[in-house]
């Protein structure tokens, strides 16, 4: 296993067009999280999975953002409308928990940039 | 305030310097990480911590939980170990993290 894959690894777009990014995560584990860094600052969480549910979403997650992980396995990040706001790195992490301790593995991360 | 605190910011060290970096916590936690992160945006886990004090090669990690504060040190640095390092909680149960600003350390020859 390669660990945690992201793609595209850039997207660039004009504002209010929409985009999808991809995350794979590694094969046998089961919370898949989404996060979201600007420049200077570190990470923010936007939502995670365990298996194919969805357990939390931040405030930060406007309805102009959708995450879906259908089968437990793979995540997509949809962007809708996108705004000037939105350009940012979006990170996707795994973990398989174990007795209570998580180690989360981050994938390469999509950089986004809104015209 | 954020919940959590890192300090310095930024921080030039010469080969071989003994580099130390903080983290403080507002916030009740269920572990401490930190985190290695290269240009290009790459993140690496580099240590959990609930107590005590965790060594991995050159890097020694350690935590008060009453103080809520912890300390990542890096021996005899090198210009491989120039990184943004993050320090970041799990808040009470939560399995998601909570992250500081960073740390952006430059190793010289």
């Known amino acids: 296993d390669t660990g945690v894959s992201q793609n595209p690894r850039h997207k660039i777009t004009k504002r209010g067009q929409n985009v999808t990014f991809r995350c794979d995560p590694i094969?046998?584990?089961?919370?898949l999280y989404w996060y979201r860094q600007t420049l200077g600052q570190g990470p923010e969480f936007l939502t995670y999975?365990?298996?194919?549910?969805?357990?939390?979403k931040s405030r930060l997650l406007s309805d102009r953002f959708s995450a879906e992980r259908p089968k437990g396995s793979f995540s997509t990040l949809e962007i809708q409308r996108t705004e000037q706001g939105d350009s940012a790195m979006y990170l996707c992490?795994?973990?398989?928990?174990?007795?209570?301790?998580?180690?989360?593995?981050f994938g390469p991360g999509t950089r986004l940039l809104v015209l | 305030k954020n919940e959590v605190e890192q300090s310095p910011q930024n921080l030039t060290a010469q080969e071989g310097e003994f580099i130390t970096i903080n983290c403080s916590y507002s916030?009740?936690?269920?572990?401490l990480h930190w985190l290695q992160q290269h240009p290009g945006g790459g993140i690496v886990s580099l240590f959990m911590?609930?107590?005590g004090k965790k060594k991995h090669g050159r890097l020694i990690a350690t935590i008060n939980i009453q103080e809520k504060h912890s300390s990542l040190h890096i021996t005899a640095s090198h210009p491989r170990d120039s990184a943004v390092y993050i320090c970041?909680?799990?808040?009470?149960?939560?399995?998601?993290?909570?992250f500081g600003t960073g740390t952006r350390l430059q190793v010289t020859l």
């Open positions: 992490a795994s973990s398989a928990p174990l007795d209570n301790k998580e180690t989360q593995y």
């Open positions: 094969s046998e584990h089961n919370r």
């Open positions: 999975f365990q298996n194919e549910a969805q357990l939390e």
């Open positions: 916030v009740g936690i269920s572990a």
């Open positions: 911590l609930s107590s």
């Open positions: 970041a909680v799990n808040t009470g149960t939560a399995s998601k993290l909570t």
